[in-house]
């Protein structure tokens, strides 16, 4: 196993957030694919590229980028979401998933042209330090692409009934700390990087077939779980209701829909 800095991420992604990720994959899967297009139309590859998916998780974007590209090495911190996705990935050969650190992992100097990662480059004790490991593994001049959240779009809406937001909004690290250009901007200047741009981008998230479906699925969410880890059961039933009434005007036939809302960020290294 290669060394790990982000222990309090590790013991998050290998511990229940990473067991309900890997367990609900297709939920995960049906929430984030609206903006799967997006990121690898930024991400530009062509047949000949070595691409690096940071964050990989399950592994669908390492898995859709391998249709396009000649190797993809997805790296992540968790054990049991890369279990998954290498489970998934039989039979596609230029597909690898390892477990690591991508804030510390030894990549192979200026051995891909490609780094892409949606959602997976948001929990860096050291977003500074990371970025610029992952430059040194790009080839200069080589591409990076991501996906980071912007805000919460609809969620919101749903998460005003804890009265607040049960993600961490911190200036500099937490899942909210790349949302805001000028932290981008300072974090990979600050890593080595050019030609740094960042639009705000937006995408249809399904979140569950109906109301309940939906409000069950949130309600397992890690930060979610995490918000109420000391509530009642009464409580928690409770919050239950009341995601569910936020939701009800976002159900819409056989589905539950949100907006979701992210920053693509491109960059060269
Ligand atoms: C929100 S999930 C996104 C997973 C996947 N990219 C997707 O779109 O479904 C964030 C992922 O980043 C991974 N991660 C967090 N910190 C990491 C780090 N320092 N190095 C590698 N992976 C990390 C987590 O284990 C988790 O799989």
Redesign the pocket.
Known sequence: MPKIV?TH?AEA?NGYE?HH?AEYQDR??AV?SGFNDMLLAAAALAPHHRVL??????G??AWLAAQRAAHVLG????GP?PARARAAATGVPNLTYQQ????V?PFPPHAFDVAV????VM??ADPVA?FANIRGALRPGGRLAFLSMHDLGDLAEVFAVFGGTPVPVSADTGPLSPSDPAVIDRVLTGAGFTDVAAEAVEAEQVWGRDVADAAAFIMGWGPVRFALRNASPSTVDRARDAVAAALAPFADGDAVRLRGTARLVTARA
Do not use: E, K, T
Request: hydrophobic share 40%.
């Open positions: 982000n991420q992604w990473g990720w995960y899967d984030n998916d940071v964050g990989c998780g399950n669908r974007i790296v992540d911190l968790s979401m690591g650190d991508a804030q992992f990662s949606q959602f997976g929990f860096f990371a």
